[in-house]
């Protein structure tokens, strides 16, 4: 029964070669082997892209109306953290802590040494932005006089995919860099526009396949030069358009 099944396919399969051959003969004006086309169209088909292959490339951005269109463009929903909410009541500086879980975003420093915190003053709205203590480890981190080894920042761990983070960064004219599920060989580099001051500025990028971490850290910092770097006002991306998390409510 098996043998026949696969008889009549296979006559098929010579029939409708020998159609295409004759409209390829009348568009091209030479003959094509139905038998070679049949047997052409037997073969398996190539290997499918590895996912990391169809990893779209993160696309960052400086102006946060642009990262918000990107997102929504993205199909993204949005969870809003400006760090006034009650569960920061166990990081208000000077008071620092291990670890902060808000909104499903555990928030911790870059290294062993420093703490989470927030304070008044890199708030750039509400009262309060978001910083480490001691910024950096400087004090106990080897190899402190070449840039990048011992410099200040922080990581977010999500419990749900996101596809995108924007910040307000500012600091002591130091620069910075995105680091996406740990993957430090790859950072993202904001290049020339890097550089943060007393300002805020916005930085941003977003990622439509998803990552569950970030570390934003400056990379300019040395034991004789320590550069130090705040956060306020972050909007992330959520691969389920349905979600909406404002920060004044802190309910998801």
Known sequence: MKAGFTGVLANRARHVASIISLCLTAVVGS???PVDLAASSSHDS???ETAAALRAPPQTYLDEVAFL???GASGCGKILEGFEGTAWDVARSPTTAASVTHQGITWTSNNDISKVTTGGGPARTGNYGFFTLPHGNFATGTDCHLPG??????IGTSSRDLCGVGAWINGNFGKIELILDGDAANPIDFGDDA???NLHKFFGVVVPN???SFEVHETEGTLEDQKFIFADDFTF???DLRIFIADETGME
Do not use: E, Y
Not at 149 to 154: L, S, V
């Open 69 to 71: 269109n990107a997102l």
């Open 46 to 48: 190539p290997p499918v």
């Open 31 to 33: 003959h094509v082997d």
């Open 149 to 154: 080894n011992c410099t200040d920042g922080f």
């Open 237 to 239: 991306g959520t691969r």
């Open 210 to 212: 998803g990552f569950r």
């Open 195 to 197: 550089g943060v001051n």
